[in-house]
T-cell receptor, first 110, second 119 residues
Framework: QSALTQPRSVSGSPGQSVTISCTGTSSDVGGYKYVSWYQQHPGKAPKLMIYDVTKRPSGVPDRFSGSKSGNTASLTISGLQAEDEADYYC??????????FGAGTKVTVL | QVQLVQSGAEVKKPGASVKVSCKASGYAFASYGVSWVRQAPGLGLEWMGWISAHNGNTNYAQKFQDRVTMTTDTSTSTAYMDLRSLRSDDTAVYYCARDRYSSGGGDYWGQGTLITVSS
């Protein structure tokens, strides 16, 4: 199972919006409504930001939103803040009770 | 509060085995699955597998199918991940996570356990 494709980096100024793409195939992203997104600060454990494509766990700001079209899922961060600077990983169900992560995207707040 | 506390860092020689523990507290352990995810130095997250704390059912990534065993002990609310035939490229931080939403990872994570494989 190959890692899902994400851009290596994206950047934006405080207050702007950034969108991170996550491209897979019809066997993973495109085939199921089970895409999640994780935020990871350096040296820390990942944090769940989005699950089931669009749902936010309790406590996650509504500045974070998810969507999916075909084989590509997206995470949008609106009103970018300094603390949003981190690595972001998508994860998709890949059938047969297995999952696959994306390669990760570094978000830089300019 | 929900907490997952993992065992400490270890150094292993190639060919050896390692068993990482993940002790849960603050929730009904048997009501959720536990995911295991690893991260090699400077690299991304890699899904290793999942275990039901309710009945012990497991699902492993094909890459680890023949080298990993995940178990749970409901009497101590602890999950274990046993990885055999270690190679240098198994050097990584290994994480456990409570899988509430079937998200591949989880909503609560352990602090991570660094396993270094070196001769």
């Amino acid at each position: 199972q190959s890692a899902l494709t994400q851009p290596r980096s994206v950047s934006g100024s405080p207050g702007q919006s950034v969108t991170i793409s996550c491209t897979g195939t019809s066997s993973d992203v495109g085939g199921y409504k089970y895409v999640s997104w994780y935020q990871q600060h350096p040296g820390k454990a990942p944090k769940l930001m989005i699950y089931d494509v669009t749902k936010r766990p309790s406590g996650v700001p509504d500045r974070f939103s998810g969507s999916k079209s075909g084989n590509t899922a997206s995470l949008t961060i609106s009103g970018l803040q300094a603390e949003d600077e981190a690595d972001y990983y998508c994860c998709s169900y890949a059938g047969s009770y297995t999952y696959v992560f994306g390669a990760g995207t570094k978000v830089t707040v300019l | 509060q929900v907490q997952l506390v993992q065992s400490g860092a270890e150094v292993k020689k190639p060919g050896a085995s390692v068993k990482v523990s993940c002790k849960a507290s603050g929730y009904a352990f048997a009501s959720y699955g536990v995911s295991w995810v690893r991260q090699a130095p400077g690299l991304g997250l890699e899904w290793m597998g999942w275990i039901s704390a309710h009945n012990g059912n497991t699902n492993y990534a094909q890459k680890f199918q023949d080298r990993v065993t995940m178990t749970t002990d409901t009497s101590t609310s602890t999950a274990y991940m046993d990885l055999r035939s270690l190679r240098s490229d198994d050097t990584a931080v290994y994480y456990c996570a409570r899988d509430r939403y079937s998200s591949g990872g989880g909503d609560y994570w352990g602090q991570g356990t660094l396993i270094t494989v070196s001769s």
